[in-house]
T-cell receptor, first 110, second 115 residues
Framework: KQEVTQIPAALSVPEGENLVLNCSFT??????LQWFRQDPGKGLTSLLL?????REQTSGRLNASLDKSSGRSTLYIAASQPGDSATYLC?????????FGTGTSLTVIP | EAGVAQSPRYKIIEKRQSVAFWCNPI?????LYWYQQILGQGPKLLIQ????????DSQLPKDRFSAERLKGVDSTLKIQPAKLEDSAVYLC?????????????FGDGTRLSIL
């Protein structure tokens, strides 16, 4: 069974700093990996989806990378802003099911 | 495009009562998912539909939980009877089709509290 781990569980950074969130998965046979953002009391908002054949995806200040062989993905956030404060979750898609990590709670301090 | 709609947003019931949640996915999305998210954890898949057929319900507690998607569009999830450990947020998500490289889109969820 696929297991997804996210480290750290919580992160606090000053505004303007660049940061990296980590996601690891135990089974490299994934279809794609998706990063989400979750604000308090809200559902999940899709940020980036990386297909298994891709190495990275970019959207604005966000860049996600995927290394299937090592079972790792990273989400890079450039020039962080207070509005980036949220919980970030990754999900590994095996083709039939998405397996989620427990998330990284990010606080960006003005 | 309109997003995934869920109702109600909040529900408070006593243990052993029953409750139902409703989800309307994005138009044209064949795959629909119900997740349970306990505070501090990632979402856990309960059941997955492709059109009106069940693809995976291996983690659905079938003695108390049931779900249907009769016409392959909107879906309901029911709990009967509820237990204290069912307190969670119930999220509905949809995607274009199973096995595609299309992202999942989530609703805002229903927050269930069991007294």
């Amino acid at each position: 069974k696929q297991e997804v781990t996210q480290i750290p569980a919580a992160l606090s950074v000053p505004e303007g700093e660049n940061l990296v969130l980590n996601c690891s998965f135990t089974d490299s046979a994934i279809y794609n990996l998706q990063w989400f953002r979750q604000d308090p009391g809200k559902g999940l908002t899709s940020l980036l989806l990386i297909q298994s054949s891709q190495r990275e995806q970019t959207s604005g200040r966000l860049n996600a990378s995927l290394d299937k062989s090592s079972g790792r993905s990273t989400l890079y956030i450039a020039a962080s802003q207070p509005g980036d404060s949220a919980t970030y979750l990754c999900a590994a898609n095996t083709g039939n099911q998405f397996y989620f990590g427990t998330g990284t709670s990010l606080t960006v301090i003005p | 495009e309109a997003g995934v709609a869920q109702s109600p947003r909040y529900k408070i019931i006593e243990k052993r009562q029953s409750v139902a949640f409703w989800c309307n996915p994005i138009s044209g999305h064949a795959t629909l998912y119900w997740y349970q998210q306990i505070l501090g954890q990632g979402p856990k898949l309960l059941i997955q539909f492709q059109n009106n057929g069940v693809v995976d319900d291996s983690q659905l507690p079938k003695d108390r939980f049931s779900a249907e998607r009769l016409k392959g569009v909107d879906s309901t999830l029911k709990i009967q009877p509820a237990k204290l450990e069912d307190s969670a947020v119930y999220l509905c998500a949809s995607s274009l089709e199973l096995g595609s490289n299309q992202p999942q889109h989530f609703g805002d969820g229903t927050r269930l509290s069991i007294l």
